[in-house]
Structures are given as C-alpha cells and as structure tokens.
C-alpha cells in the first residue's frame, strides 16, 4: 500500500501554490545567483524550489526522504528541460554522507520544522560556502489574516471520511504558525549563521472546487492512500460542499509567506 507521502506528491506538484516571484528575486539579490552557484534544496518535496532555482543556479541539488517526492520532481525536471538539478534521497540528519561539493545556498520550506535544527544548523556550517546562507520559507498565518470560512467547509468533509483530525487547520497554508516560525528563526540566531533577517509578503490565491480538492490530497493527513476506494467519492462530496457554500465556485484565502535568511556573522 502506497505510504501518504508518496500518494500526496504527484498532488503536492501539481496544486501546492508555488512561493511569489519576490521570493526568488529576494535571493537572485542577496546571494547574487548568476548562474554559476551550487544551491541545496532540503526536505525538497518534488522539488517547486529545485525547479524554481534551477535557471539561476549551477546546480540545485534536492534531497528528501520520499522517493515518491524525488521521482514526481524529477520527471517534472526532464519535462522542463532543465539538466542542473540532482534527486538524492536523504534526510537532514544524513547532509554529511550525501558526499556534496561546497554549497552557496540552502533553502528549508516547511519541513524545517520536522528537523533536528540545531544539527541542521551545524551540518550545514561544514557544507556552506563562507558567504552562503540558510534561507528557511513557509507560508503562515498571523492574528490579521483570518482563516477563511470555506476551508472549514473542506475539512469537515474530510473528517467524515477519514476522521477528527484530518484535513484540519494545521495543514493548512494559511493557519497561524508564526510562533513556530520565530522558534526556527531563534535556533538559527543560536547557530553559526546567527545574522538573521525576516522578510514577509502576503499572497492573495484564487481556487476552484477541483484546486481546493488537490490541495487537501497534497497533504500526509488526507493523502490519497488515506481514501482507499473512497477519493472519489471525497472529492464528489467536497465540490458539492464546497458549491453549495459559495455557488459562485472561487475560493480565496490569503497567505502570509515568511522567508527568514540566516547567515554567519561577518567578520
């Protein structure tokens, strides 16, 4: 039986809404990717920061635990013809035996939280070029940017099916973790790459029914392999939840993308 990771990744690609523009424009500056740096991507997923990165980078080397994950990101490199990006599987606790040459850039998304962080922290201090950095990205939620009516809609569908606490609020993009985000952001003041700056946008997103259905199957809590034979039927009874709340059949949220760029001190 398929694992929820590896049945959410080919949902994970395709209906995870990917990081703004300004999000890559803010490292192409700060670490002034040109085309001839080496950048890791850790806990990668199928890799939207690999594929992203890639035409500004040398290399973009992804690692993550899921070969499901890999696989999914490493078909939707071929499909876009980029030839710089490598899929190793590994974990943050293994960065020493992936053998990797000296890295400029180390992106974290969300999985940061799953981490050992203060080993990460120290791991990557002996990959990290001098002047290379960590940057950690998630997109939260603060007191001001309210959860929005319909994704309780959502995930009252899916406990029907799967039970309490599935598809609930703290899978969702837009819940309120920015404590958790400034505990991560402490543990890399407390770290050798202790010159740490934060930077946030808020990103307004648009989804349909179909979209909004993706986006719970892309999560490990109401993954498909969670469904068995009953994802059609879950995706049936969410569309029609989701339309008998607003017919007019677009949902929108706003998310608050936090990207937090750690680096050591200067000399």
């Not at 590994?90 to 940061?112: E, N, Q, S, T």
């Not at 009516?149 to 569908?157: G, I, L, R, S």
């Not at 770290?191 to 892309?218: C, K, N």
Request: hydrophobic share 40%; net charge negative; aromatic share 8%.
């Amino acid at each position: 039986m398929s694992t929820p990771y590896a049945s959410a990744a080919p949902y994970y690609a395709r209906y995870r809404p990917p990081y703004p523009a300004e999000f890559y424009e803010l490292l192409a500056d700060r670490f002034a990717l040109d085309g001839s740096q080496t950048v890791l991507d850790l806990g990668a997923g199928p890799g939207p920061i690999t594929l992203a990165l890639a035409p500004l980078a040398d290399q973009v080397y992804a690692v993550d635990p899921e070969p499901a994950m890999l696989a999914e990101g490493s078909r939707l490199a071929e499909e876009r013809g980029l030839t710089n990006t490598s899929w190793l599987a590994g974990d943050a606790a293994g960065i020493g035996r992936l053998c990797l040459p000296r890295i400029d850039l180390c992106v974290i998304g969300r999985a940061f939280h799953l981490m050992d962080r203060s080993r990460v922290a120290a791991e990557l201090d002996g990959v990290l070029a001098p002047r290379g950095g960590i940057v950690l990205v998630d997109s939260v939620a603060g007191p001001d940017v309210p959860h929005p009516p319909w994704a309780a809609v959502a995930e009252e569908v899916c406990a029907r099916f799967l039970g309490p606490g599935h598809g609930r609020a703290a899978d969702w993009d837009d819940v309120d973790r920015s404590g958790e985000a400034e505990g991560s952001e402490d543990r890399l003041a407390k770290s050798p790459f202790s010159r740490v700056e934060t930077i946030t946008w808020d990103q307004r997103l648009r989804h349909t029914a179909d979209q909004v259905a993706g986006l719970l199957l892309s999560r490990p809590s109401s993954a498909p392999a969670l469904f068995g034979d009953r994802r059609a039927a879950f995706e049936s009874e969410l569309r029609q939840a989701l339309l008998d709340h607003d017919p007019g059949g677009t949902y929108a949220r706003t998310v608050r993308v936090r990207a937090a760029i750690a680096t050591r001190p200067r000399p």
